[in-house]
C-alpha cells in the first residue's frame, strides 16, 4: 500500500477561510515557515509611483516596458517587475540582486537560494508568492470574463469529475478557481501546460494520480493547493510542496 501511494503525486486543495493580512515582513531569515503573498492593484497605483518603479527596473525590463501598445499593459508589466524588485530588496536588504533563470525560465536568486517565488497577472491585478526554505512555489490569478468560453476549455483540459461539474455548475467562478489550482501546481513543478493536466483532480479537497511523461519525476510528492478570492472578479490559487506553511497576505 505505501509502495503505491509513493508512486502517485498527491494533491491536497482547500480554500483559505479567511485572509491574513500583515502590514509589514522582516528579513527573508526571520520568514522560514511562511509563505507570504504580495497583490498589487494597478487601479490603485499613480502615474509617480509606476514611474518610479520603472526607474529602478534594469536596463532589460525598461526596454521591454516599451514594446507593449496599450499604456495599460506597459504600466502592468511595470508594476509587476518593480514590485518583485522593490520585495526582493526588502527581504535580502540589498539594493540590487541577480535573478537568474532556470532551463525552465523560472526566475530564481543564485546568491539567497532558499527565497523561491513566482508570479502572476490578470486584469489590473498583480500577484506574487514568496517561500523562504527553497521549497518552489507557483501561484495563478484569473480574473472572471464572461466571454471566454469556459465549457470548451474544460473539456480539453479538465479532468472529467472537474468537467461534469462545471457543466452542471450554472457559477462560473467555479472553473476559474479550479484553473487556477492547475496553473499554480504546474509552475510549483516548473512544467508548462500538457495533455497530462487531464488527470489533475483539483476538485477533490484530496486526490492523488500517476504522473507520466514530464509529470513523472513527481511520483511521490505531495502538493497543498490553496484558493482564495479577491473582490468580485478575480480567484487565485497558491500551490507548494511539501507541508504547508503559515499563509500571510501583503497589500503593494
Known amino acids: 500500500m505505501q509502495e503505491a501511494v509513493q508512486n502517485k503525486i498527491q494533491l491536497t486543495c482547500t480554500d483559505l477561510s479567511e485572509i491574513n493580512w500583515i502590514n509589514q515582513v522582516s528579513h527573508c ?3 522560514e515557515g511562511q509563505l507570504d503573498v504580495w497583490i498589487g492593484d ?8 509606476i514611474i518610479m518603479l520603472k526607474s529602478k527596473l534594469p536596463f532589460d525590463k525598461v526596454e521591454k516596458t516599451e514594446r507593449f501598445r496599450s499604456s495599460k499593459d506597459r504600466n502592468r508589466y511595470t508594476l509587476a517587475h518593480g514590485m518583485l524588485h522593490e520585495i526582493i530588496k526588502q527581504y535580502t536588504g540589498e539594493e540590487k540582486v541577480e535573478i537568474a533563470f532556470t532551463k525552465y525560465k523560472k526566475p530564481y536568486l543564485p546568491k539567497f537560494p532558499k527565497i523561491s517565488f513566482n508570479m502572476s497577472h490578470s486584469g489590473d491585478l498583480v500577484v506574487l508568492a514568496f517561500r523562504f526554505d527553497g521549497i518552489e512555489v507557483g501561484v495563478d490569478i484569473e480574473c472572471i470574463h ?10 480539453t483540459h479538465y479532468h472529467s469529475d472537474e468537467l461534469n461539474t462545471v457543466i ?10 479550479l484553473w487556477t489550482r492547475k496553473e499554480a501546481l504546474l509552475k510549483a513543478m516548473e512544467v508548462g501546460l500538457t495533455s497530462e493536466i487531464k488527470k489533475i483532480n483539483t476538485l477533490a479537497s484530496f486526490s492523488d494520480f500517476v504522473g507520466v511523461g514530464v509529470l513523472a519525476d513527481f511520483n511521490g510528492n505531495s502538493y497543498d493547493i490553496q484558493s482564495f478570492k479577491i473582490g468580485l472578479d478575480y480567484f487565485a490559487s497558491v500551490a507548494t510542496l ?10 503593494f
Open 146 to 155: 464572461s466571454k471566454v468560453d469556459t465549457q470548451l476549455i474544460a473539456h
Open 242 to 251: 511539501k507541508s504547508p506553511p503559515s499563509y500571510s497576505f501583503v497589500h
Open 168 to 177: 452542471s455548475n450554472t457559477n462560473p467562478q467555479l472553473f476559474y478557481k
Open 42 to 49: 494597478l487601479t490603485k497605483v499613480t502615474e509617480d509611483e
Open 29 to 31: 531569515s526571520e520568514r
